[in-house]
């Protein structure tokens, strides 16, 4: 069954590093995007691509931010510059056709 | 601006007894409501959606409906059993834009 793979599983780094998380989504799929999820609190939206570019963007995701697709395959977030509130699981998903979202393993990501 | 609600935060039934989840969303413009498990630390299993032109999905022994004009969906699980134990999240998306807006979850225990 396909999947969307998230790489790396789990993420430290020092505050104030570049990081960035990759992500595999389903082959056939359109639509991308990154979520992601604070330790005990709701899962947040964080930005969707979709033909190359950023379609909608969250509040969230200001200019440390960055989203690119380099190849057919690769999605990736980079945070430029981490600080401690950075810390969280993010969820990479994708949607095809018939519009139900598949969601990563998740990176977790732990600014130290 | 989509509000999702997930009440009860917690809950614990006994194995083999059926349960409904519940699921409240403030605007009646709803399009697809998606369900998913979460396992502590892991990623989002998509259990079932619920397009526009639907009311309920099934999947054994889930089933899942939505009232738009209420603004409620249920998850109902038949013959809990330990292996149900995780936390269900429901999330919801506007006509022309599947991003997901996500409730804060139902964390269920199934005691043996």
């Known amino acids: 069954e396909p999947e969307v793979t998230q790489t790396p599983s789990h993420q430290v780094t020092q505050m104030g590093q570049e990081v960035i998380l990759r992500c595999v989504p389903i082959?056939?799929?359109?639509?991308f995007y990154w979520y992601r999820q604070i330790l005990g609190q709701k899962v947040e939206f964080l930005v969707s691509?979709?033909?190359?570019?950023?379609?909608?963007k969250s509040e969230i995701f200001d200019d440390q931010f960055s989203v690119e697709r380099p190849d057919g395959s690769n999605f990736t977030l980079k945070i430029r510059s981490t600080k401690l509130e950075d810390s969280a699981m993010y969820f990479c998903?994708?949607?095809?056709?018939?519009?139900?979202?598949?969601f990563g393993q998740g990176t977790r990501l732990t600014v130290v | 601006k989509q509000e999702v609600t997930q009440i009860p935060a917690a809950l614990s039934v006994p194995e083999g007894e059926n349960l409904v989840l519940n699921c409240s969303f403030t605007?009646?413009?709803?399009?697809?409501l998606q369900w998913f498990r979460q396992d502590p630390g892991k990623g989002l299993t998509s259990l079932l959606l619920?397009?526009?032109?639907?009311r309920e999905q099934t999947s054994g022994r889930l089933n899942a409906s939505l009232d738009k004009s209420s603004g409620r969906s249920t998850l109902y699980i038949a013959a809990s059993q330990p292996g149900d134990s995780a936390t269900y999240l429901c999330?919801?998306?506007?006509?022309?834009?599947?991003?997901?807006?996500f409730g804060t979850g139902t964390r269920l225990t199934i005691i043996p």
């Open positions: 082959s056939n799929h359109l639509y």
């Open positions: 999330a919801g998306s506007n006509f022309g834009n599947e991003k997901l807006t």
């Open positions: 619920i397009q526009s032109s639907q």
């Open positions: 691509f979709y033909n190359n570019e950023i379609s909608e």
């Open positions: 998903a994708s949607i095809g056709g018939n519009t139900e979202a598949f």
């Open positions: 605007d009646s413009a709803i399009y697809n």
